[in-house]
């Protein structure tokens, strides 16, 4: 996987991670810039273009964005695509609201895509792929080297952070939580691509 997107994960979890602290709440979709087209609307003016998160006070900005409605796109070479934007494509996951939709179907449209919701209910972050939740992390309090671990689960599947946790009883599904250094971890949903590298 590219440093970039390695970079844009780390970004973004630890803009959450801010958000979270403040009660707030964002969705984050990274993909490929192009595969974007058509798959949303704009709800307010884009008042900045050709941005890319890592300038100097895009975090600064992003924390304010966030206040809006709709999600922010990011590319995976970390450019802002669009923000406050309506995804066309949502898909209703019973028991929650339009950003879980939202992320539910974009990532199920739009192939080797993540989003990344940061709930302003609970302060935890969910990471989507492939229409589903790949996992749950309380990212307010977690550590930053349990975030790492996170990044390098999402862009190389590097199941070190399941190892740590333990986690191998949760891909079996006899347990659907564990503890990660205090803070809670749920893993779900990539049970599959879990158990393939697990394996390796």
Request: a positive charge.
């Amino acid at each position: 996987m590219a440093k970039k997107e390695e970079n844009v994960y780390d970004f973004l979890l630890e803009t959450g991670k801010k958000l979270a602290e403040k009660n707030m709440g964002a969705l984050f979709v990274i993909a490929d810039s192009k595969k974007f087209e058509g798959t949303y609307e704009i709800l307010y003016p884009q008042i900045i273009r050709d941005q890319r998160i890592f300038e100097k006070g895009c975090q600064e900005l992003i924390l304010k964005l966030a206040e809006l409605d709709g999600a922010f796109l990011i590319g995976e070479d970390g450019s802002l695509v669009a923000f406050g934007a309506r995804i066309k494509q949502s898909k209703v996951l019973p028991g929650y609201g339009t950003k879980h939709a939202a992320a539910t179907g974009i990532t199920g449209n739009i192939q080797d895509s993540t989003a990344i919701l940061v709930s302003e209910e609970t302060r935890w972050t969910k990471v989507f792929k492939n229409g589903e939740i790949i996992l749950e992390v309380d990212t307010a309090k977690a550590p930053k080297k349990e975030i790492n671990k996170v990044v390098s689960f999402l862009t190389d599947n590097d199941t070190a952070l399941l190892a740590t946790a333990g986690a191998s009883a949760a891909i079996m599904g006899v347990i659907p939580v564990v503890i990660v250094s205090g803070t809670y971890l749920v893993i779900k949903a990539a049970a599959e691509v879990v158990k393939k590298n697990w394996k390796k």
